[in-house]
């Protein structure tokens, strides 16, 4: 292994002096370790805070340490010493200026203050010299507010006959311009040059103030400073003052822009707002044809343009009343949307335009909203008078044709849109919605008769159906099916009012209903709810025609079943709707059910009808299940026809399920011998046998009590002649309750008779009988477990 030795060493010294000479050569590194760090964290220190470089001997022999964690805090409390300085000179300052500036007179003053405000503008050159570039902030910062004392000190000496609004504004341009000269001198001073750009927004607003300008004016005086301050955002190169020039930029362009856009409400169909609004339009457009990230500028231009326009319509005009502005404003916009095809226009200005356009016209629909929204909830009221004929021909909705037409108009465009953009199934979603609406609230905004809004309506209806059945979109289809089924449900409500319009208003579209649902390219789920609704319109038709032949109501309920009869004849024949159309025709079974509930006799006919329907269809191999729910329906038929009858006794009502189950178990156990007798006869025994009991310990007489005892000893026999668990236990269970019922009386009379003592006595015998044969009860308790578990 090689071995370091220190200059001049030799391997031959002792190992003593050797070790010795290795301790003083790392003490000497380590030492000028320390000074290289030390230096390291100094010149960060001077680097950071701008303090003066060392020269001469200090630099040579190392700086103090300054801790590079501590640079932080340093230099947030120059900051605020700083500051804090700056403050207190501009208070002395003012002071001076309020209370001591009388004392001297016109040399003395002005002798004050040129050295003064010179002094306060020099001294910033000498510290930049320096490297002090904060402190010298802060003393330009006070020289700045000195020239602005400056400038109020000579008013109120030497001008005070001038008008302060106009000196004001002439004191804002002077200073701006000597602030900027003196930045633009001083370039590493941030603050003049920012001070500047500030003070000029006040030049012509202050101007116009000082001429009397109406607020058109002064909006316009506040135009130019925007553009202005555009121009000097695009002209210069330092960030700060872009920075800046384009935040007040922004600021008073808006404040122009809100300017004329209040004056075109307060004034409409002048021209001034309107010219205002253009050249903000203007400006606007221009700013993001220049800048490649201000899209936002095209944007607000293009409101503003379409602001504009607005603003030219006259007071007593037609297009003011009503929705016809949201019109105007729409027409106006519509062409800027177009501008996303527009290749010739520089991508943010594309972008701003066409977002603007979009804007607009996403706020003229939902502006009609509430009318769409009254039209189609007045319907709801025709529920309370069915075929009263009291539905106005239209109008009276307080929105005429301005709404259908700014709807379409919208529609229209959004049409356009989703075929010329890459990803426009959204846009055609959104335009497929508002169309419908346009077209089904058309007829009634404008005020035709009756017949004529059905047939329009139903006409609408029908093609937003065929939209859903020959779209190709993924969303498409499914929207125009939705605006289809709401229009349907809509226009039969109004068809209510009138007994031809039922007929026809149904009629019609129950029968597109089922070509929709017949049509095979169609999507399933529309050939689904078409199959739904022809189902639903054939048993509105079935119930209005035997309302209008005079049939009471329960009776309506037959009548509703004859689509459903229809279904289940026809059910081999529908192929995939065939689903739909039996969940279809099971619902209307049950509104079936609904009609007829307030009659008994009738219910229980419905029922009845209905488990016949269920049996037939169970008949099918694929439909066997349904035999349940016709079991279930007819026993209800006798249960509620035995009720109309004025039966009380359970076992009427219990028989006849308990005859259904056991022929349902004895099938089951037919079928498959190994089906447990608790599963197969289990239910339908204690179905018969449990209401009966419970009745018979309730009964005086003797007759149910001894036909229960009969049936539960046969049942008991046969049990067990055929080892059957649940027969033989159930069977017993019941005859041992009844023989207990009987028994009861005459145990009371001699448990009666018997002395007080006898009972514990005969217990305490019981128990020591059984503890006695304690071992052989055991053995008899497990046959008997074996012998039953034995049992079928």
């Known amino acids: 292994m090689n071995t370091p030795f220190p200059p001049g060493s030799s391997p031959a010294l002792p190992p003593a002096e050797e070790l010795a000479l290795i301790d003083r050569e790392l003490i000497q590194l380590d030492a000028r370790r320390h000074y290289l760090l030390s230096r390291r964290n100094w010149l960060i220190g001077v680097l950071t805070l701008g303090a003066p470089t060392p020269a001469g001997p200090a630099a040579a022999t190392g700086p103090a340490v300054v801790a590079g964690p501590g640079s932080a805090p340093a230099r947030g409390a120059q900051n605020v010493l700083l500051t804090l300085g700056a403050v207190l000179l501009a208070v002395a300052a003012l002071a001076f200026t309020l209370v001591s500036w009388g004392s001297l007179g016109i040399a003395g003053r002005s002798v004050v203050l040129a050295l003064v405000t010179g002094a306060a503008l020099a001294a910033p050159v000498a510290l930049l010299r320096r490297g002090l570039r904060s402190t010298a902030e802060s003393v330009a910062a006070v020289g700045l507010l000195l020239t602005v004392l400056d400038a109020y000190a000579l008013h109120a000496t030497g001008l005070s006959g001038v008008d302060g609004t106009a000196y004001a504004a002439g004191a804002s341009a002077v200073l701006a311009a000597l602030w900027a000269g003196y930045g633009s001198a001083f370039p590493r001073l941030r603050l003049p040059l920012l001070a500047a750009v500030l003070v000029a927004q006040l030049t012509l607003p202050l101007a116009a103030a000082a001429s009397g300008a109406r607020p058109l004016g002064g909006g316009w005086a506040v135009l130019v400073t925007a553009a202005l301050d555009a121009a000097l955002a695009v002209a210069v190169t330092r960030r700060s003052v872009r920075v800046t020039a384009w935040v007040v930029a922004s600021a008073t362009g808006a404040v122009a822009l809100l300017t004329g856009a209040v004056l075109s409400l307060t004034d409409p169909g002048s021209v001034g707002p309107a010219l205002l609004l253009a050249a903000g339009a203007v400006l606007g457009v221009a700013v993001a044809w220049r800048e490649a990230r201000a899209w936002a500028a095209a944007l607000v231009g293009a409101l503003a343009a379409v602001a504009a326009v607005g603003a030219l319509v006259p007071a007593g005009h037609p297009a003011r009343g009503d929705m016809w502005p949201v019109v105007v404003h729409l027409v106006a916009a519509l062409p800027l949307a177009a501008a996303v095809r527009a290749s010739a226009l520089p991508g943010q200005v594309r972008r701003g335009l066409s977002w603007a356009g979009a804007g607009v016209a996403a706020v003229a629909a939902l502006s009609t909203v509430p009318a769409v929204g009254l039209v189609l909830a007045a319907r709801v009221g025709v529920l309370g008078e069915v075929w009263a004929s009291t539905t106005p021909s239209g109008g009276?909705?307080?929105?005429?044709?301005?709404?259908?037409?700014?709807?379409?108009?919208?529609?229209?465009?959004?049409?356009?849109?989703?075929r010329e953009l890459p990803r426009g199934e959204p846009v055609a979603v959104v335009a497929v919605v508002v169309g419908w609406a346009g077209l089904f609230t058309a007829p009634v905004l404008l005020g035709v008769p009756v017949a004529a809004v059905l047939g329009a309506q139903t006409l609408v209806v029908a093609g937003a159906g065929a939209l859903a059945l020959r779209a190709s979109g993924r969303s498409v289809g499914p929207?125009?099916?939705?605006?289809?089924?709401?229009?349907?449900?809509?226009?039969?409500l109004g068809a209510l009012d009138g007994r031809a319009a039922t007929f026809a208003v149904f009629g019609l579209l129950g029968a597109g209903a089922a070509l929709a649902a017949a049509y095979g390219p169609a999507r399933p789920p529309v050939r689904a709810g078409g199959a739904v609704a022809a189902v639903g319109y054939a048993v509105a038709l079935s119930v209005a025609v035997a309302a209008v032949a005079g049939l009471a109501q329960a009776w309506l309920g037959v009548a509703a079943l004859a689509a459903p009869a229809a279904v289940a004849a026809l059910a081999p024949r529908l192929g995939p709707v065939r689903g739909p159309a039996e969940c279809a025709a099971a619902v209307a079974v049950v509104v079936a059910v609904a009609l007829a509930a307030g009659d008994p006799p009738v219910l229980a006919l419905v029922l009845a009808l209905g488990g016949v329907l269920c049996a037939g269809a169970a008949l099918r191999a694929d439909r066997r299940r349904l035999g349940w729910a016709a079991t279930a329906l007819f026993v209800l038929a006798t249960w509620v026809r035995l009720g109309a009858s004025g039966v009380t006794v359970p076992e009427a009502y219990a028989l006849p399920v308990s005859a259904a189950a056991l022929v349902v178990g004895f099938l089951s156990r037919r079928k498959d011998p190994a089906v447990s007798s608790w599963t197969a006869y289990g239910p339908g025994l204690g179905a018969s046998l449990l209401p009966s009991l419970i009745a018979a310990w309730g009964d005086a007489h003797w007759l149910r009590p001894l036909l229960l005892?009969?049936?539960?000893?046969?049942?008991?026999?046969?049990?067990?002649?055929?080892?059957?668990?649940?027969?033989?236990?159930?069977?017993?269970?019941?005859?041992?309750?009844v023989a207990l019922h009987e028994l009861a009386p005459y145990v009371v009379q001699v448990a009666g008779a018997l002395p007080r003592w006898l009972p514990p006595a005969l217990a305490g015998l019981l128990l020591l009988m059984v503890g006695a044969t304690y071992e052989k009860r055991l053995r008899e308790a497990r046959r008997l477990r074996e012998a039953l578990g034995r049992l079928r």
């Open 479 to 492: 929207t125009a099916a939705v605006c289809a089924v709401v229009g349907a449900l809509n226009v039969s």
């Open 709 to 737: 005892g009969l049936a539960a000893l046969g049942l008991t026999l046969a049990g067990a002649h055929r080892r059957l668990g649940a027969p033989l236990l159930l069977g017993g269970v019941t005859l041992a309750a």
């Open 396 to 418: 009276g909705y307080g929105a005429g044709a301005a709404v259908p037409v700014a709807l379409l108009l919208v529609a229209g465009a959004g049409w356009w849109a989703a």
